[in-house]
């Protein structure tokens, strides 16, 4: 996915999807000074940025997140809906005929990020991409005149 978390994207790679319509949770750390940053592991910093980790003062156990970290939901609750704008070129579509607009929800079992900091090897990141499933695929046809 080409979010903002996303390998590809942070190395100039590919454009982000500014149309991607993502359910995954994501944690939101206290700075220092300022704003709240997103983040994709809740891994604790220090102002002087040296790796390392200080035990919590509280057992995440209790919390089910470490100290000083939301967790910025964005999973759609059970009996409700969340509803995704999305936005097709007028270049696209002018020509007349017909079209088909298609959607799926895709869910893989760990994020990518979180792969490759357990070190797991191209085999498995490959082999996880491959198990990904798709979760409701819907399409629409309609015909431009």
């Known amino acids: 996915m080409a979010d903002i978390h996303s390998k590809d994207v942070l190395e100039g790679l590919i454009e982000p999807d500014h149309q ?23 891994v604790p910093f220090d102002g002087d940025q040296l790796p390392y980790i200080r035990p919590a003062g509280v057992p995440t156990t209790v919390l ?8 910025e939901q964005r999973s759609i609750p059970p009996l409700s809906k969340r509803t ?43 082999e996880m991409n491959d198990q990904m499933i798709d979760i409701h695929p819907y399409t629409v046809e309609f015909t431009i005149e």
């Open 84 to 126: 995704a704008s999305y936005v097709v070129p007028a270049e696209f579509v002018s020509a007349p005929g017909n079209y088909r607009l298609a959607s799926r929800l895709c869910s893989r079992a760990e994020p990518m990020y979180f792969m490759e900091l357990v070190g797991a090897t191209k085999e498995m990141l490959r």
């Open 64 to 71: 089910n997140h470490p100290p000083f970290i939301r967790m």
């Open 20 to 42: 991607l319509f993502n359910l995954q949770t994501k944690f939101l750390t206290t700075n220092l000074k300022g704003t709240d940053r997103e983040m994709y592991l809740p």
